[in-house]
């Protein structure tokens, strides 16, 4: 009989196994990301905002989305959503998906107004994720435009997203 996997709120005590599966899902490369350098902000990295997630199986950490408060032309109420990672022995079993959707209902509970992403539109369009106009958002770094996406959770959400995206720690 196999560990049923537990899908939970990410507690400070993850953070270790969290940056574990980051350095296997995607390697060094993961530092030189604008996304990355907007959270390499943040003035404590040990601390996780109420809507980051895991998936864990026993005592093994497999899956992690999270979600970073931002400021974007020094607005509150944005998160940036990444990164998404799923452990490769485990991958193709929807826990990303189910992480993305615990995070974004949790956010849209909270009172958030939008969560940002750079990903590919075809993945996150099914979360009613959409592009944001070129140069509305800009990043520490180059971003390719097609791929900085949008989810409103209020209405106006991201028109009123204007400027330069930053932490909000």
Same mark, same amino acid.
């Given at each position: 009989m196999s560990e049923k996997i =537990? $899908?939970?709120?990410?507690?400070?005590?993850?953070?270790?196994? $969290? #940056?574990?599966?980051?350095? =296997?899902?995607? #390697?060094?490369?993961?530092?030189? /990301?604008?996304?990355?350098?907007?959270?390499?902000?943040?003035?404590?990295d040990n601390k996780l905002s109420?809507?980051?997630?895991?998936?864990? /199986? #026993?005592? /093994? =950490?497999i899956a992690a989305v999270t979600l970073s408060d931002v400021k974007i032309g020094g607005g509150s109420g944005a998160l940036l959503l990444g990164p998404i990672a799923v452990d490769p022995e485990f991958a193709g079993q929807g826990l990303g998906s189910q992480l993305i959707a615990e995070g974004i209902a949790d956010a849209r509970s909270a009172g958030k107004s939008i969560v940002i992403l750079v990903g590919d539109e075809p993945y996150y369009g099914r979360f009613g994720f959409k592009c944001v106009p070129p140069g509305q958002v800009t990043l520490p770094g180059p971003v390719n435009p097609m791929r900085l996406l949008a989810l409103p959770l209020k209405d106006g959400a991201i028109e009123a997203a204007r #400027?330069?995206?930053t932490s909000a720690f």
């Open positions: =537990l $899908i939970r709120t990410a507690e400070p005590f993850d953070v270790p196994a $969290i #940056g574990a599966l980051h350095a =296997l899902v995607f #390697g060094p490369g993961r530092f030189a /990301r604008s996304a990355y350098r907007v959270r390499e902000g943040r003035r404590d109420d809507f980051c997630h895991v998936a864990v /199986r #026993g005592n /093994r =950490l #400027g330069a995206m």
